[in-house]
């Protein structure tokens, strides 16, 4: 399939997502998921598996589409009477106009008769659909009745909240349209002093390339084991990395890493992903020497600049405290954002499709359990591979 076909496909619709580039796919396709790419015309709905047909089939209806996702899926068993099992995922899928509700009523009826025949223990989706912006119980908590009125339909329908949310729910986003003055401006006075004072202190950053991959993945595998999160192997990383810095065309996805040196030393760094008029910080990783300097706050500011230069009009913290209060793992990676002066967005989650309610009541029931032993190994193996 040509992937700038897709992605052109999916850049027009509202709320167009990295994550369902064709680009990301790709990646899954690597680590034992199957990529599905369904399109809604206005008489027709589509599923092309990534086959060299699909591009003649895709070009035909780029201006046509009302709707699109990349739906990935995967085998659980491969063999025995289970064998058929799988999990369907749209990540930030699917992509439409939520608040068409005959289009909406139309998606998700075709959702939900594709995950019945593909033998899916569960549907997840977890669209941008906005519930609320602002902190809950703060001045500024504006409530979104379009998104609570989407959330009630898939309730009715029997999707369920998933116990499993893939992605953050909550964010952080920054308004690019602003000046940059602007835009320094409507950030935490600490904040500001921060982004300068690195500056005063030496600190630069530079775009990083294909050959900063290694050192950037050791950064990425200290600061998990520092801050105790859990990553996976060099080459997922790699694949990703590297597929995203090799799409640099026009109007396509794009990622750069940005590299915070100090005297010739990289210190800190974050990945920058663009596509369709938004930015996102989705890697950020630090050493221990030189924090006093500030370079993460240097980072943030350069990736904001780089963003407003490709054209974005947002750049996406990504991610959000579920709870906003200490009690949430996520406070203290939040109050360094909220600093940069975006404005916190609350959208859906992931909510589940479940054709089979016994075979989702028992995934549910192992799977949490097997995921524990898998970030526990994982952790394990990180530790070892930095010794």
Same mark, same amino acid.
């Given at each position: &399939? ?20 064709? !680009? ?11 990529? *599905? ?36 899926? #995967? ?9 058929? $099992? ?19 009523? #139309? ?19 977890? /669209? =941008? ?6 902190? /809950? ?13 989407? &959330?009630? =339909?898939?309730? %009715? ?10 992605? @953050?729910?909550?964010?952080? $986003?920054?308004? $690019? ?6 835009? $320094?401006?409507? &950030? ?30 050791? &950064? ?5 084991? %520092?801050?105790? @999160?859990?990553?996976? =192997? ?13 799409? +640099? ?5 794009? +990622? ?8 010739? !030393? +990289? ?7 663009? @596509?369709?008029?938004?930015?996102? *910080?989705? *890697? ?31 750049? =996406? ?16 990676? *939040? ?53």
């Amino acid at each position: &399939m040509n992937s700038n076909i897709w992605n052109e496909i999916i850049s027009k619709l509202p709320d167009p997502h990295f994550l369902q580039t064709y !680009e990301w796919g790709q990646v899954k396709a690597k680590y034992g998921w199957i990529p *599905y790419y369904a399109v809604w015309t206005e008489k027709q709905f589509s599923v092309i598996s990534d086959q060299s047909s699909a591009t003649d089939h895709l070009s035909l209806i780029t201006d046509h589409c009302l709707a699109a996702a990349l739906i990935l899926k #995967r085998q659980i068993l491969s063999r025995g009477f289970a064998a058929r $099992l799988s999990v369907l995922y749209a990540p930030k899928g699917p992509l439409l106009d939520w608040n068409n509700e005959p289009l909406r009523t #139309r998606v998700l009826n075709d959702l939900q008769s594709f995950a019945k025949k593909q033998g899916a223990i569960f549907l997840k989706l977890d /669209p =941008d659909v906005v519930l609320g912006r602002g902190v /809950p119980h703060s001045e500024e908590e504006v409530t979104e009745n379009s998104g609570q009125a989407v &959330m009630s =339909d898939l309730k %009715r329908r029997g999707w369920v909240y998933s116990s499993d949310q893939i992605q @953050f729910r909550n964010s952080v $986003l920054v308004d $690019l349209t602003a000046s940059e003055d602007e835009i $320094l401006m409507l &950030m935490k006075p600490k904040t500001r002093y921060n982004v300068r004072l690195a500056g005063k202190k030496g600190v630069t950053v530079r775009v990083g390339t294909v050959d900063d991959l290694p050192a950037l993945y050791k &950064m990425y595998a200290e600061t998990s084991v %520092r801050d105790g @999160f859990v990553i996976r =192997d060099e080459n997922y990383y790699m694949t990703v990395w590297k597929l995203f810095m090799g799409s +640099a065309v026009s109007g396509q996805p794009s +990622a750069i890493p940005l590299i915070a040196d100090v005297d010739g !030393e +990289a210190v800190a760094a974050i990945f920058l992903f663009t @596509f369709a008029g938004r930015g996102y *910080y989705v *890697y950020g990783m630090s050493r221990n020497a030189h924090r006093e300097k500030m370079p993460t706050y240097l980072l943030q500011w350069e990736a904001m600049k780089h963003a407003k230069a490709e054209g974005c009009i947002t750049y =996406d913290l990504w991610g959000a405290p579920e709870v906003f209060d200490e009690s949430d793992s996520m406070w203290g990676v *939040y109050r360094f954002k909220e600093g940069l002066g975006g404005e916190v967005v609350r959208t859906l989650g992931a909510y589940d499709f479940a054709p089979n309610k016994l075979w989702y009541k028992m995934y549910a029931d192992i799977m949490p359990r097997v995921l524990d032993v898998m970030r526990s190994r994982g952790k394990q193996k990180t530790k070892q591979t930095l010794e």
